[in-house]
Nanobody, 119 residues
């Protein structure tokens, strides 16, 4: 079992920055990949970024590449998503997820944190 709790969401103006965090507990944090997803009103949940268990490998959706950075601190059992140059279309509920080897759909998810970007 893995428990995930996101924090750090809020309201920011377009062009601004925000960092969201996800604290994990349960199974050994450094043994699984972590990811961020988001869901905007009326839209399906979409992939944003992920990071390998070691933090050495990252992958981003084209829509956020160059603006967002995912990182993890295995000593703190926390994964971060630094979001820069935010756009109104980045407005969504952001979820962190843990992939224990069976894919995101079979993994664990947090409750989400709202990020709102005003124009």
């Amino acid at each position: 079992q893995v428990q995930l709790v996101e924090s750090g969401g809020g309201l920011v103006q377009a062009g601004g920055s925000l960092r969201v965090s996800c604290a994990a507990s349960g199974r050994t944090f450094s043994s699984y990949a972590m990811g961020w997803f988001r869901q905007a009103p009326g839209k399906e949940r979409e992939f944003v970024a992920d990071v390998s268990w070691s933090g050495d490998s990252t992958y981003y959706a084209d829509s956020v590449k160059g603006r967002f950075t995912i990182s993890r601190d295995n000593a703190k059992n926390t994964v971060y998503l630094q979001m820069n140059s935010l756009k109104p279309e980045d407005t969504a509920v952001y979820y962190c997820a843990a992939d224990l080897g069976d894919g995101w759909g079979e993994g664990y998810w947090g409750q989400g944190t709202q990020v709102t970007v005003s124009s």
